[in-house]
């Protein structure tokens, strides 16, 4: 299998690299770019479903129909998940972006770091989580009460854009760095009179990085209730993660539906770890956990049309 690993590394090294590259030549036109993001949302879609289906075939080649259906059954439930799960990290990407006013053309150099960053963090968590779950099979407890708590709390509580400038973190940054109010290009650093300084640029990663250690703590145990497969934990991650940039542009266009999906986000991290929780004594099938987490978010998606 160490094949497959190798071979889907140089595959999103690729995929990484187009990205990137066709977004960067994108024309930046609220009009084009909504429907840039919403063309390249679908190639995204696609390629994991295709990646699936190849996945599939050469599983039903292999080894046994079952064990093939299965599988792919399981990379299809984690991609769900894990896009939804991405939709809560998108607000505070907007979030970040919308109150430090950083132009949309330089949002794609943040984006650029973040992803690549956010792809070696999945990686580590992934291994940690597969050796604690093989080693301490309780694991899968603990997470789970924490799943079901964060989804509580995200029902429950009801928290207003807060104000970046006041947070703690952002008190910390000024502390450890010395910063410019005026952008510099898409510089991260500049020096005057030969000290160095960071940019809002900059100050912009640093909250995308520290809020994507965030969400990745939710978004890594929730697929171990489904399947505890590091490869398709892993791929399943990984193509999330190549359509979060055209994703965050399509959705930015309609981010008054934030508030509503937050709750659809919340019911589904608690049936995940209602399930985590369960498992030594009630098993629920993937198929079964597929329906439940597809008609949630068909819900609230077409509740939110509706409203807005």
């Keep these: 299998m160490i094949w497959a690993w190798i071979g889907f590394s140089f595959f999103l090294i690729i995929m990484l690299a187009i990205d990137g590259h066709v977004v960067n030549r994108s024309k930046y036109s609220a009009h084009r770019s909504m429907r840039h993001a919403l063309l390249w949302t679908l190639v995204w879609v696609a390629m994991a479903l295709l990646f699936n289906f190849i996945f599939w075939r050469y599983l039903l080649a292999t080894t046994s129909a079952k064990f093939a259906n299965e599988q792919a059954l399981n990379f299809l439930t984690g991609y769900i998940i894990e896009k939804s799960l991405s939709i809560d990290n998108l607000f505070v990407f907007y979030m970040v972006f919308h109150q430090l006013r950083i132009p ?3 949002q794609q150099r943040v984006f650029s770091y973040g992803i ?10 992934i291994l940690m989580g597969s050796w604690l779950v093989a080693h301490f099979h309780w694991a899968l407890s603990v997470m789970g009460v924490f799943l079901f708590a964060t989804g509580i709390k995200t029902l429950l509580v ?11 973190f952002s008190h910390w940054t000024k502390k450890f760095f010395r910063a410019t109010h005026e952008f510099h290009g898409k ?10 300084y960071v940019t809002p640029l900059f100050i912009a990663l640093i909250f995308i990085e520290f809020s994507d250690i965030v969400f990745a703590l939710d978004s890594i145990p929730a697929i171990f209730a489904i399947t505890t497969d590091p490869f398709i ?3 399943s991650n990984i193509f999330a993660i190549l359509g979060l940039r055209a994703l965050y542009f399509l959705l930015a266009g309609m981010i008054k ?4 999906l937050k709750y659809a986000i919340a019911l589904i ?3 995940v770890g209602l399930k985590m929780l369960i498992m030594p004594w009630v098993a629920i099938s993937v198929g079964v956990s597929l329906c439940i987490i597809a008609s949630i978010l068909l819900l609230f998606t077409v509740y939110a049309y509706v409203k807005y």
Excluded at 158 to 168: I, N, Q, W
Excluded at 187 to 196: D, P, T, V, W
Excluded at 257 to 260: G, I, K, S, Y
């Design 269 to 271: 991290l608690i049936f």
């Design 233 to 235: 934990v892993w791929t």
């Design 158 to 168: 009801h928290e207003d854009e807060r104000d970046l400038s006041l947070s703690k």
């Design 116 to 125: 690549w960053s956010a792809v070696v963090l999945r990686l580590l968590l």
């Design 187 to 196: 510089r991260f650093f500049i020096k005057k009179n030969k000290l160095l």
């Design 104 to 106: 949309l053309a330089y």
């Design 257 to 260: 539906r934030f508030d509503v």
